[in-house]
């Protein structure tokens, strides 16, 4: 337990991609991996914590490093050995000492505070948080940007390959690189150091420094956040352009949207849209992203709206580990996935998740894509592929009977995947299909691959049970307990089926509607007696329809459908809205007395 | 800070006991030697070096390093300086906490040179490096577990090293710790200072006119430092005191200190400010002084601004550089000359340079003064100060 100290900021890298961004190419350009390793996640440590380069703060800076630079040492070596040592390099032997890193860090961030190397193995980062937690305890600096940083030792690398037997006990300890910075101060908390699953590979033998970052880094970057405004201005500039923001928890900032009239709004909308767009950063830009950045740092919570399908838009609030949680326990249903290309955007909750999210947690490229089902997919598609659709964009696919050439995987979610929709998608060519069953409230609770199977509730949930009924579930790690919106059958091998939706919710177009909601509406307009409201059958279309008794049956009924499609226009929304309209004497019901469909 | 030094010890070109190594700093004149067995260079006859005396290098066991073998012998002595068993450490929290450069690198060249020929005849050397860190390898050697650390911040690794040591003592975090560091010859740094163009061919010689660069050296220096509770337990005299440090970045060049000495005053003033003391207090500054051009121009830059008139010790003239060893080295010979009351005579001096406007001390001189202090400067623009008291500070 590291005592009195508590996390400003995190980042960490397995690769120097951006650095260029950063700082001109001239001071970069012959700078080793090691050291650019080291200055992406010390540059973006600093960045997240707002401290601005110029400014000359009594930051300390203490790397940590198993093994150093061991590229460079072997170059030194090699030109010796290769060359003679009359024509060894001197710049390979002074970036190969150990503070060759602190070097390169304290010269481009202009650090001008207590800077230190620690190198003892793989206990190098515990040694530099305990001088860390040393020299914030007694004053020596207001903050200390630690970090650890190392890269593959290709010599030891190579000799484990070749299984050399001396080495065996190495395992595969030394396949390795990256680096993971944290920007510390003095607090009154404590920083547990006790994480489990140290034995990263990916990062040995810094890799309690890699896990203490996961652990302590936020989910969401700057970079992210233009990501999700993108998106949301895109999916919603041509219908509701108010409330941009309102995906985080941030009032402040939507109210800037707020306070101007709407012509102004949208004004303000195209023109963050074109520059979103543009790869130029501006000020106005800088302005929007750090400001949400800026919230989403202090409250590490978000907001997934629920997009109105109940007839409200319900804020669902998720905190920022159990969306680490939850990215955590899908993970392993994604192990073969090079890319992920995502029809969903970044601001709704699955797509958030299984885009954004899950794309960096797998550390591959996401490319965001319009849900165009007429696209020739097998020129975007390639082997190993995640594709984050939904049911209506498949439904499509499956009726053009579109046949998938490229081994992926297809996920489905935001409604049940009908039956011959996933029997129709394996027998077009899909490899994989995982159906995610889950709610706005949850995230995703459990998944399934075949229309016959159950849905297998996710590892992060427990569920609670009467009988064999599930009623809620709760997050192990924490008090979050969500009441299922289904009614659901749990049995054995934690798999469960929903049999019927708790609030008679339909979904018109993928977004719930509630006909009782609607036959409420329609019952209060004048002259109706009765109504009933329902979904179409699968062959009249994808729409609600209601069946109206007029009170008094001389009623002009021409006039009547005027009046009422200008109070249907007034009181409900477009999914709400039924597309067909029956009038008749009584509602239709069977012989004994239950209400049944009717024919136009 | 105040905390105390219980016990020191050191090994390098001067000797292997400190009555040796005081012995021969203020007695004899020091000269570097030519490497004839260690390993093999181009530039052996050109340039020299300062090597620890071939009756403790013979000691070297099979499984060792030279370096580890400094350290070992410096820990045994220092242990029965401060009356103190390897089973006494087992009652106390002991942190080890020692500075190096070679002993941490993947410095194993013979080594490299068989694997590159596909032409390995062992790998113990490999699996040696892979096994334990310095710090590790002595807390196996002295059977105790707790807080360590191996400070690589090349030439002033082992004053980190110290400084830190009594920081970990004054915020509870040890009883004990056992500080310093070590470093051993090595064709890696040997060549890589001489392509550089910072090695000189002649003695070295800090702060004179014409003074051609680093002679490399080899050794170490331990310190044992002490909760005075504990000590007070034992009824003996410290060996000294830390009393201050500093540590602040130039953020200026790779190899180069800050021509402004910005990051070494800094230090300095950090380091008094720790120590509670004026220039007034200081009897000497035992100064990097390597002997290159911009180390001892800056230092003097710094000396003559901050602590104008106070002497200089040049120690580098009597060891050589010691890379990650030379702070921990300079404090034990800085505590020896505090005890003394005498600070030793620089060696090779040859002529006063107007740039740098002072001269170290060339004459054993008495002081009554009980405070010193000593930097360390290293490539990425560190910048280390330590205050050390005498045992009467």
Redesign the interface.
């Known amino acids: 337990m590291l005592k009195n100290v508590s996390v400003i900021s995190t980042y960490n890298t397995d690769n120097i991609a951006g650095l260029e961004k950063d700082f001109e190419l001239k001071k970069i350009r012959r700078m080793d991996f090691f050291s650019k390793l080291a200055l992406k996640s010390a540059v973006n440590c600093l960045k997240i914590a707002d401290i601005r380069l110029e400014e000359n703060k009594n930051i300390g800076l203490i790397i940590a490093t198993g093994y150093g630079p061991v590229k460079k040492t072997c170059d030194f070596m090699d030109s010796i050995i290769d060359f003679g040592d009359e024509c060894a390099s001197p710049n390979a032997f002074s970036s190969s000492v150990h503070n060759s890193a602190l070097t390169t860090i304290s010269i481009l961030l202009n650090i001008k505070g207590p800077s230190l190397t620690v190198s003892n193995l793989d206990s190098s980062f515990q040694s530099a948080l305990a001088i860390a937690q040393t020299w914030l305890s007694c004053g020596m600096a207001d903050k200390v940007l630690v970090g650890a940083v190392d890269e593959i030792h290709t010599v030891a690398q190579s000799i484990i390959e070749n299984n050399v037997e001396v080495f065996k006990d190495f395992n595969n300890k030394n396949a390795g690189f990256g680096s993971a910075f944290f920007l510390l101060e003095k607090s009154d908390n404590d920083i547990d150091v006790n994480l489990e699953n140290k034995a990263d590979s990916k990062f040995y033998p810094s890799c309690l420094a890699m896990e203490l970052s996961k652990k302590y880094s936020l989910i969401l970057d700057k970079q992210d956040i233009e990501t999700i405004c993108c998106d949301f201005i895109k999916t919603e500039l041509s219908k509701k352009y108010k409330n941009v923001l309102n995906v985080f928890e941030n009032d402040g900032i939507s109210n800037i949207f707020t306070d101007v009239d709407d012509t102004t709004q949208q004004e303000i909308l195209k023109t963050l849209s074109s520059i979103f767009s543009k790869e130029t950063v501006t000020v106005n830009k800088n302005f929007i992203v750090d400001e949400i950045f800026n919230l989403f740092k202090k409250n590490k919570f978000i907001n997934f709206l629920t997009s109105g399908s109940t007839g409200i838009s319900k804020q669902c609030k998720h905190s920022q580990d159990n969306i680490k949680e939850e990215v955590s326990a899908v993970l392993p249903l994604f192990k073969d996935i090079k890319r992920i290309v995502c029809l969903v955007p970044s601001f709704h909750s699955y797509g958030f998740i299984f885009g954004l999210q899950l794309s960096k947690r797998l550390n591959v490229e996401l490319i965001k894509m319009p849900p165009i089902p007429t696209t020739d997919w097998n020129n975007v598609l390639q082997d190993n592929d995640l594709f984050v659709t939904f049911p209506m964009f498949l439904n499509q696919l499956v009726k053009l009977e579109y046949k998938f050439t490229k081994k992926v995987t297809v996920l489905t979610s935001t409604a049940p995947c009908p039956k011959e929709t996933m029997d129709g998608l394996y027998d077009n060519g899909v490899n994989t299909l995982i159906e995610i069953y889950g709610a706005s409230e949850a995230g995703a609770i459990g998944y399934r691959n075949k229309s016959t199977e159950g849905f297998k509730l996710l590892p992060c949930w427990e569920p609670k049970l009467n009988n064999n009924t599930m009623i809620s579930i709760k997050r192990k790690n924490s008090d979050m307990e969500i009441e299922l919106p289904d009614n659901v059958e749990l049995f054995e091998d934690n798999r469960f089926k929903p049999v019927s939706r708790k609030d008679n919710a339909v979904q018109v177009a993928g977004i719930n509607v509630y006909p009782n909601k609607v036959k409420d509406i329609l019952k209060a307009f004048d002259n109706v007696k009765e109504v009933a409201v329902r979904l179409a059958r699968q062959d009249e279309g994808n729409f609600l329809k209601a069946f109206i008794v007029l009170k008094d049956s001389n009623t002009d009924k021409e006039q009547f459908m005027k009046n009422l499609k200008m109070y249907m226009k007034q009181n409900l929304t477009a999914h709400e809205t039924p597309k067909k309209i029956t009038l008749g004497t009584e509602l239709p019901k069977t012989q004994f007395g239950k209400m049944k469909d009717w024919q136009e | 800070?105040k905390t105390i030094i219980s016990s020191m010890s050191c090994v390098c070109s001067l000797g292997t006991t400190l009555e040796e190594i005081s012995d021969n700093i203020y007695n004899k004149v020091s000269v570097p030697t030519h490497i004839t067995t260690r390993f093999e260079?181009?530039?052996k006859n050109d340039y020299p070096v300062y090597l620890v005396p071939e009756k403790l290098l013979s000691q070297k066991k099979e499984d060792e390093s030279y370096g580890f073998l400094f350290v070992r012998t410096c820990v045994e002595q220092a242990l029965q300086q401060a009356k103190l068993s390897k089973q006494d450490l087992q009652k106390y929290r002991v942190g080890i906490i020692l500075g190096t450069?070679v002993n941490?690198?993947?410095?194993c060249?013979d080594f490299?040179?068989q694997?590159?020929k596909n032409e390995v005849s062992s790998?113990w050397d490999?699996?040696d490096y892979?096994s334990?860190?310095?710090?590790?390898r002595l807390q196996k050697y002295l059977s105790i577990s707790g807080?360590?650390?191996?400070?690589?911040?090349?030439c002033a690794s082992s004053t980190?090293a110290i400084g830190?040591a009594g920081?970990?003592i004054?915020?509870d975090?040890c009883d004990i710790v056992i500080c310093g560091g070590t470093d051993e010859l090595n064709?890696?740094?040997y060549?890589?200072?001489i392509?550089?163009?910072i090695a000189g061919k002649n003695p070295c010689s800090p702060f004179s006119k014409n003074r051609g660069g680093i002679n490399i050296g080899e050794g170490c220096g331990i310190l044992i430092l002490e909760k005075e509770e504990i000590f007070k337990q034992r009824n003996m005299e410290p060996a000294g005191y830390v009393l201050g440090?500093?540590?602040?970045?130039?953020?200026?060049?790779?190899?180069t200190p800050a021509p402004d000495g910005?990051?070494l005053k800094?230090a300095v003033m950090?380091a008094m400010k720790d120590a509670g003391i004026k220039k007034e207090n200081i009897a000497f500054i035992n100064a990097h002084g390597t002997g290159t051009h911009d180390n001892d121009l800056t230092e003097s830059k710094v000396f003559n601004e901050l602590l104008k008139d106070v002497p200089v010790m040049a120690s580098k003239s009597h060891t050589g550089h010691t890379l990650g060893a030379a702070g921990a080295i300079e404090a034990v010979l800085s505590l020896i000359a505090l005890n003394k009351k005498e600070i030793p005579k620089a060696s090779n001096f040859k002529e006063f340079d107007e740039e740098i406007n002072f001269v170290p001390v060339l004459e054993n001189t008495k002081t009554e003064k009980h405070v010193a202090l000593s930097d360390s400067l290293?490539?990425?623009?560190?910048n280390s100060v330590i205050i050390l008291g005498d045992k009467n500070a």
């Open positions: 800070m260079s181009s530039y450069s941490a690198s993947f410095n060249f490299y040179k694997y590159k790998y490999l699996v892979f334990y860190s310095l710090s590790e807080l360590h650390a191996t400070i690589t911040t090349a980190d830190i920081q970990w004054q915020q975090l064709i890696i740094p060549t890589g200072f392509k550089l163009l440090y500093g540590n602040c970045c130039d953020g200026y060049h790779p190899t910005i990051g800094n950090h290293a490539f990425g623009g560190v």
